[in-house]
């Protein structure tokens, strides 16, 4: 009946998977700066008071939803059990560290079970038509960890275990899109689909073009996934144009992949204040992207989209794009804060964005027809 309502005076109902545990629990040892302290409960906490005081739960299309629980079983279709039982211990010892940029502690292992949770429910709600879009307001974020290590602040991968899940579980067997939008290369969420020719992974990334890293334009996937897995590196200090530019690339092969299913990998360091990337993004980048893709995924696929929050660790900058990619999908008008009166446009690295654009359709057009 509520939902019945909803359809009666919304064009979209826009799910936002919400739980007061993700700002609350898990909190990183401080004092700052160790690189733990950036991935805090305040990073929640910060979106909803925004969107609270922005009055964003009132708007009648918007509607909260819970995480779904989540037991081991759903983690061990995405991870190995060495992987999980070393969380789960550490969790269970009250702390602990695992690498040189990971901690755990004593709420870690429910905390990271309850974000895969988000970031089903998020996707099963979409595709079931329950909502048109969703937005997963989780932590801890997903896309760096692996099958058998957690990795870059991620313990568990939110993306492709819910990916796995609506797969084996509910035999959803369409395409689907993943596009991430992290400052960083999704190395953990690539290795899953990275042969797979039902999943499109694309991937717009910063990149010093000098360090040998991965996530260069060459990595185009094996097997029958060659020319699925697509990287769009762009360079440091990139500019709001710079990084709407690279969304060119990426409507060509949506509109002939023509997935049934976009979910955003949706991450917000490349914001000019976050305190690890390295960008010089507004919101302007992050609405009038979700403003494009909206428009693409109605032509598509029924404009069926999920984003599931990544990285974005300014405690200002997070609520701001959250909010943006919000009003987009409402299809508000939008007005930027007025702290972003800033001009970057000196510092656009155009002519670096056009060769690598250039380099990165001839390497496509063999794959994609409508590259050329
Ligand atoms: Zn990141």
């Keep these: 009946m509520i939902i019945f309502t909803f359809k009666m005076t919304c064009n979209n109902r826009i799910g936002i998977i919400v739980d007061e545990d993700f700002a609350t629990k898990n909190v990183p040892p401080y004092p700052y700066p160790t690189f733990f302290s950036y991935e805090t409960p305040l990073r929640i906490k910060s979106i909803l008071s925004y969107l609270e005081k922005t009055e964003i739960f009132n708007n009648e299309c918007i509607i909260k939803i819970k995480p779904f629980t989540v037991e081991e079983d759903v983690i061990k279709l995405a991870h190995t059990n060495y992987h999980i039982n ?3 211990t550490l969790s269970s010892r009250g702390n602990g560290i695992l690498g040189e940029d990971v901690c755990v502690t004593e709420d870690t292992y429910e905390l990271a079970k309850k974000a895969i949770g988000g970031a089903m429910s998020a996707i099963i709600n979409v595709i079931n038509h329950e909502v048109n879009q969703s937005f997963a307001l989780i932590r801890p974020p997903g896309h760096h960890a692996l099958r058998e290590i957690a990795s870059g602040l991620c313990i568990f991968n939110n993306i492709a275990n819910s990916i ?3 797969r084996e579980k509910l035999q959803y067997n369409k395409r ?8 960083h290369f999704g190395d953990g969420l690539v290795q899953y689909f990275y042969d797979d020719p039902r999943v499109l992974y694309f991937s717009i990334h910063e990149y010093d073009l000098t360090e040998g890293e991965i996530g260069f334009i060459d990595e185009l996937g094996t097997g029958e996934g060659l020319g699925r897995n697509i990287n769009f590196p762009i360079p440091l200090n990139s500019t709001d144009n710079d990084f709407l530019e690279s969304t060119e690339i990426l409507e060509l092969v949506l509109r002939e992949f023509k997935p ?4 955003i990998a949706a991450g917000f360091d490349m914001y000019f204040a976050d305190p690890i990337g390295n960008c010089l993004l507004t919101t302007i980048s992050y609405y009038k992207f979700t403003e494009k893709l909206l428009k693409i ?10 984003f599931i929050l990544e990285g974005g660790y300014s405690l200002i900058g997070l609520p701001v794009c959250v909010h943006s990619v919000i009003k987009a999908l409402l299809k508000e008008k939008y007005e930027h804060p007025p702290f972003e009166c800033l001009d970057f446009s000196g510092n656009s690295k155009k002519s670096e964005i056009s ?5 990165l359709k001839k390497l496509l057009a063999k794959y994609w027809s409508s590259i050329v």
Excluded at 176 to 183: E, F, K, P, Q, T
Excluded at 260 to 263: E, G, S, Y
């Design 86 to 88: 070393s969380i789960k």
């Design 164 to 166: 796995i899940f609506i």
């Design 176 to 183: 689907i899109a993943i596009i991430d939008i992290d400052a």
């Design 260 to 263: 049934d299913l976009i979910i």
């Design 297 to 306: 995924a109605e032509d598509i696929c029924e404009g069926k989209l999920a």
């Design 355 to 359: 060769k690598i654009k250039s380099s």
